[in-house]
């Protein structure tokens, strides 16, 4: 299967998850009714600078962020961690997480969820 971003349209998510501001999401996989373990989406996301996404549990499924430019604060479980270019944040089942662009410019994040 080949995804393309091309071929994506752009959704914008007003507080996302009880979050601050528009998360602006081009889903390129988006399996959001999957039951078995596997792929459930892919996002490529863009958040401005203030805007957020609210603190949510996982459940049956974990997501790993790709940061790819920007600055802001991943909370996993509680604890603030500052992220940027290059960093990884990992949300196990059962954990809980947000994030939050505390720069001064967009932050660009790549968004992989999976069933377990």
């Known amino acids: 299967m080949i995804l393309r971003?091309?071929?994506?349209?752009?959704?914008k998510?007003?507080?996302?998850h009880d979050g601050k501001g528009i998360l602006l999401c081009t889903e390129m996989l988006a399996e959001y009714q999957r039951k078995e373990?596997?792929?459930?989406?892919?996002?490529d996301n863009i958040l401005q600078s203030g805007d957020s996404i609210g603190e949510h549990l996982h459940k049956n499924d974990e997501e790993m962020y790709i940061i790819v430019d920007g600055a802001g604060t991943m909370r996993i479980d509680g604890?603030?961690?500052?992220?940027?270019?290059?960093?990884?944040?990992?949300?196990?089942?059962?954990h809980s997480h947000s994030l939050?662009?505390?720069?001064?410019?967009p932050m660009r994040f790549l968004v992989i969820g999976v069933v377990l």
């Open 5 to 11: 971003k091309s071929e994506s349209e752009v959704k």
């Open 13 to 16: 998510f007003d507080k996302c």
């Open 37 to 43: 373990p596997g792929i459930k989406f892919y996002h």
């Open 79 to 94: 604890k603030d961690e500052s992220v940027g270019p290059g960093d990884i944040c990992l949300t196990r089942r059962g």
């Open 100 to 105: 939050v662009n505390t720069g001064s410019s």
